[in-house]
């Protein structure tokens, strides 16, 4: 008798986990199904009922969000920003790195602790004083050949994303160079490696797991970047983000949102994508760095 | 000798680029925000008058700062509790019970981690839409008679800040779940299996086996939350209010850059900034001081 009582109580707990499981994916999926759906709905479709499926595919919103929103170029200097980014970073953090883990001179303990200091500092406290300064650097370069070369300018953001993210991509490369045995540097020695062949030949290679690592969360966290974006290059060299802020002011005063929502297709199917392809790897990671901006 | 001096070579070069940029666009414009707290500057012109700590006393006394300051304490209080518990039950749930689809659950609620912020939020300007085209109202307006007038979820001063929160707590769920995912999947089954011997509940074993030792991942997670909820509460705020309606959506990071750019003033701006971080500090320090237990080992 108890036993047919502890199957049902059993069978209705798996119940409420199976409905509080699904009410929670459901509530995520249905959002972001919805935007697919509505980006290929016409601007008629709108002023029905939200819920009805698209009457059939309408591509001219993305060819309207590319063109005339600009939103291929935005894609574009998402590209670039992105790229240089992480570019910069790798070339710039991975030498770093490095070093901390496996040497020992003057003045560790301080780049240390300063690289940590900085773990701590957001980016929303300091972009007004990033933005002062490169507006000042544009008015000393203005003097000299009149042409303001620093603000907006899609490279230099990129640098500014490399600069930020030096902190969290130095920590978790060079907890990872910790863990490898000095057997290879000894190794490499004998065979009359120098520090930089060692360095670039043998230790590099050996950290690819998390550079991987470390390109996935720089690559969403530089993709997906606003507010430097916005402030930075707030007329020319707009990114992608950037660029659907507009799109959704205009759309809005235009009642287009099936261009809306075409823009909101663009900035996101990216990061889905790459999300799809590498999730285990992605959530993997996380718990090794375990850090959020 | 000759490889000690090759060697301090090599460390330096290995160093400077990252110092360098590091240097240029973190320390210099951190040292910056305190230094601009002291002047009376409009940014633009080369006008910059020192003032002393005379923007941090007015800082004190402004009454929109004050109510920013409220709504991004009742941001994080909220946020934290509602995705923590969840997040703690739902991974529990993940990693202990025999699920079906697991691994689809798991990628499903990450989703919103990797999604912009301005994404997310124009998702959730149109999910709060105060037309009856609006998602939400849709919805609730299966429940509501006729005569019944759409809720006005950014519109309407007493909700917008709880819609924010919405938005925030859907965003931040999955990413929390993953990560105490980790660590309570590193408690060895045994301790389990000899609580359910012992006649366990499942309740039983979350409050005394799971959350204990768990305890320092919590710790940690609350820092996050903390730190976290203020930087994005910012972005929210300015991608789907930019403050309104009348400032009631206000933030404290938010008041700062509408200072600095709305209002061209920089030095307040950057009090606020300096005041909000050293207060972040404190909040992180004084709860990591709190919920401080000796550590369980297994």
Same mark, same amino acid.
């Given at each position: ?293 | ?241 930019? /403050?309104?309606?009348? %400032? +009631?959506?206000?933030?404290? $990071? !938010?008041?700062?850059? *509408?200072? @600095?750019?709305?209002? #061209?003033?920089?030095?307040? /701006?950057?009090?606020? %900034? +300096?005041?909000?971080?050293? $207060? !972040?500090?404190?909040? *992180?320090? @004084?709860?990591?001081? #709190? ?8």
């Amino acid at each position: 008798m108890k036993k047919i009582k502890n199957m049902s109580t059993e069978k209705l707990f798996k119940f409420f986990v199976y409905s509080a499981l699904l009410t929670l994916a459901v509530s995520i999926i249905i959002p972001v199904a919805w935007v697919f759906m509505a980006s290929i709905k016409e601007n008629s479709e709108f002023y029905a009922n939200p819920w009805n499926l698209p009457m059939g595919v309408y591509f001219e919103n993305f060819k309207i969000a590319f063109i005339e929103a600009k939103m291929g170029e935005y894609f574009m200097n998402s590209v670039i920003a992105t790229t240089i980014g992480l570019v910069v970073l790798l070339l710039v953090a991975l030498p770093a790195a490095y070093v901390l883990a496996r040497f020992n001179f003057k003045g560790k303990k301080f780049v240390d602790g300063m690289l940590m200091a900085g773990l701590f500092v957001n980016v929303n406290y300091i972009v007004v004083p990033i933005f002062l300064m490169l507006l000042g650097a544009d008015n000393m370069i203005y003097d000299l050949i009149e042409q303001e070369l620093v603000l907006n300018n899609i490279f230099v953001l990129g640098i500014v994303y490399a600069a930020t993210a030096i902190p969290f991509t130095v920590y978790l490369l060079s907890s990872f160079f910790r863990t490898l045995p000095k057997a290879y540097e000894e190794a490499a020695e004998i065979d009359g490696c120098g520090y930089f062949k060692t360095m670039t030949k043998v230790m590099i290679p050996l950290a690819m797991p998390s550079i991987v690592t470390v390109l996935l969360f720089n690559f969403l966290a530089f993709w997906n970047e606003y507010i430097l974006a916005l402030t930075l290059n707030p007329s020319s060299g707009k990114t992608l983000p950037v660029g659907l802020m507009s799109l959704m002011q205009a759309s809005r005063g235009k009642a287009e949102y099936g261009v809306l929502y075409a823009g909101l297709v663009i900035v996101m199917l990216p990061t889905l994508i790459l999300y799809i392809l590498v999730q285990k790897k992605l959530t993997q990671g996380m718990t090794m760095g375990g850090l959020k901006d | 000798m000759k490889r000690n001096k090759e060697k301090n070579i090599f460390v330096a070069l290995c160093l400077a680029p990252a110092l360098l940029l590091f240097t240029i666009f973190m320390v210099i414009p951190t040292l910056n925000v305190f230094y601009i707290s002291t002047l009376k500057w409009g940014g633009l012109s080369a006008n910059k008058t020192f003032v002393g700590l005379k923007n941090y006393t007015i800082l004190f006394e402004d009454m929109n700062f004050i109510a920013s300051l409220q709504n991004t304490i009742l941001i994080i209080v909220i946020v934290t509790i509602i995705t923590m518990v969840v997040s703690l039950i739902f991974a529990s749930i993940i990693v202990r019970e025999d699920i079906k689809f697991k691994n689809f659950f798991r990628v499903i609620f990450y989703i919103p981690n990797i999604l912009s912020v301005v994404v997310i939020s124009s998702i959730f300007a149109q999910i709060y839409d105060p037309s009856t085209n609006g998602l939400l109202n849709s919805i609730l307006g299966l429940f509501n008679g006729e005569g019944w007038t759409t809720i006005k979820f950014l519109g309407d001063q007493g909700i917008v800040i709880y819609a924010i929160i919405g938005a925030m707590i859907w965003q931040a769920i999955g990413y929390y779940m993953v990560m105490y995912m980790a660590s309570i999947s590193a408690i060895p089954e045994h301790l389990y299996e000899a609580a359910q011997i012992a006649g366990a509940s499942r309740f039983t074993q979350f409050t005394r086996i799971t959350i204990p030792l768990i305890w320092n991942n919590i710790r940690t997670t609350l820092t996050f939350f903390i730190i976290s909820s203020i930087n994005l509460s910012f972005l929210f705020v300015k991608v789907m209010t930019s /403050g309104g309606p009348d %400032g +009631a959506s206000e933030t404290v $990071l !938010s008041y700062l850059y *509408s200072q @600095a750019y709305t209002n #061209a003033s920089y030095g307040y /701006g950057m009090a606020i %900034g +300096a005041v909000v971080f050293i $207060l !972040s500090f404190i909040l *992180s320090g @004084a709860i990591s001081k #709190a919920t401080k237990r000796d550590v369980l080992e297994y």
